[in-house]
């Protein structure tokens, strides 16, 4: 089956623009996560969905990031008013989230943003 | 404050002979940990785990030591071959997190590069 697929792969916008981050994760995984990659960091958590559930946004780092999870599939991470800061690779995983053995989150290619 | 540390930001090994990554961490509520790794423009691919009621964990080439005591974990893998050259991420998350979200805490990952 398809794994997680994340688009688009490129994103270079200017500073105080609006940009949009979309994941669709594999079918059937009802948990799922955003994380991002800046330069020379590990991956830093941001936001969880878990089906129904109000999502955990305890990882976001300002007001300026959103993310919304629409019919428990797609989800789209928004932030508005980008900084240079926000430079960084943003990375969506799911989790099957049911039974033994389901720590393991699988990643999409992740969405490379440059804020110029 | 980094609860997880990859202490090693590279390694350098022979094609053949054993590959042994470091990872330390600090949180004791941690009772899963992962490996991940990671080729440049793709998402980390999950490739071992082990639960903290465990101290080994094997899986063809790759072996995962824990040691609670010490806040532990390694990575072996032997025989390394040049397609293992990849950046390896230790990560770890706790089946008691708030919410159950089981969000994982990573490393700043360790670059390996297998010789031939």
């Known amino acids: 089956g398809a794994g997680v697929s994340q688009s688009p792969s490129n994103k270079v916008t200017e500073k105080g623009k609006d940009v949009e981050l979309r994941c669709d994760p594999i079918?059937?995984?009802?948990?799922l996560y955003w994380y991002r990659q800046s330069l020379g960091q590990g991956l830093e958590f941001l936001i969880y969905?878990?089906?129904?559930?109000?999502?955990?946004k305890s990882g976001l780092p300002s007001d300026r990031f959103s993310a919304e999870r629409t019919g428990g599939s797609v989800s789209t991470l928004t932030i508005q008013r980008t900084q240079q800061e926000d430079s960084a690779v943003y990375l969506c995983a799911s989790r099957r989230a049911m039974g033994a053995g389901s720590y393991e989150q699988y990643f999409g290619p992740g969405t490379r943003l440059t804020v110029t | 404050d980094q609860q997880v540390k990859q202490n090693s930001p590279s390694l350098s090994v022979q094609e053949g002979r054993i590959s042994i990554l470091n990872c330390d961490y600090t949180?004791?509520?941690?009772?899963?940990f992962l490996w991940y790794k990671k080729y440049p423009a793709e998402g980390p691919t999950f490739l071992i785990s082990i639960s903290s009621i465990k101290d080994k964990n094997e899986d063809g080439r790759f072996t995962v030591f824990l040691n609670k005591s010490a806040k532990h974990l390694s990575l072996h893998i032997v025989p390394s071959q040049p397609g293992d050259s990849a950046v390896y991420f230790c990560?770890?998350?706790?089946?008691?997190?708030?919410?159950?979200?089981?969000?994982?805490?990573f490393g700043k990952g360790t670059l390996l590069t297998v010789n031939p």
């Open positions: 949180n004791s509520m941690f009772d899963y």
């Open positions: 990560a770890a998350t706790s089946e008691n997190s708030g919410g159950s979200n089981y969000k994982l805490t």
């Open positions: 079918s059937g995984h009802t948990a």
């Open positions: 969905f878990q089906g129904n559930s109000a999502p955990d």
